[in-house]
């Protein structure tokens, strides 16, 4: 089974992964985090680079260790999800490109949009870290339940509880 915090976790970001088009933003927001980028400089290969880089940095075996099978399903899951959301990015790159032409204005009509999400976008990928980082100090289970001192575990410094708990009560 899934440690109590992990599944947590799991059931927010499928929500934003399904039913929010916000994070499908973080890829072009990484891309855009310099502030002289031209949309058109944007392609298919970066926005594919850049999904790999979120698939191994967040869910790599490399970061987060051995994997339980119950992890490896979710792995393989949400994978394939980042690879179809990419596609999906770059179709709507490409269509949006073309809706804008060379305009300055929309360009920056198009980073103003990017940029407004990035407290939400930077929540999101701060609870797959949280996820990550707090299954390797504590085990959940669910017969077992939640321990008595999970509140003052010690997370990561780029992500934490409160940005978690922020999170879910802006859904």
């Not at 916000?22 to 031209?38: A, G, K, N, Y």
């Not at 392609?43 to 790599?60: C, F, Q, W």
């Not at 179709?91 to 300055?104: C, F, N, R």
């Amino acid at each position: 089974m899934l440690d109590k915090f992990l599944c947590v976790c799991y059931n927010v970001c499928r929500k934003f992964l399904f039913n929010n088009l916000i994070f499908r933003s973080v890829i072009i927001t990484d891309l855009l985090s310099d502030i002289e980028f031209e949309v058109s400089e944007i392609t298919k290969g970066d926005i594919a680079e850049v999904a790999s880089d979120l698939d191994e940095v967040v869910l790599g075996e490399a970061v987060i260790g051995e994997l339980t099978e119950e992890e490896k399903r979710w792995k393989a899951y949400l994978s394939k999800s980042f690879r179809r959301l990419s596609e999906e990015i770059a179709e709507h790159l490409d269509k949006h490109q073309i809706e804008i032409g060379e305009s300055k204005e929309d360009c920056e009509k198009f980073r103003s949009y990017v940029r407004r999400q990035k407290e939400k976008l930077d929540l999101v990928k701060n609870i797959f870290w949280t996820s990550v980082q707090y299954r390797i100090k504590y085990r959940f289970d669910f017969n077992i339940g939640v321990r008595k001192d999970w509140k003052i575990v010690s997370l990561p410094s780029r992500s934490g509880i409160s940005d978690f708990f922020g999170i879910l009560k802006s859904l």
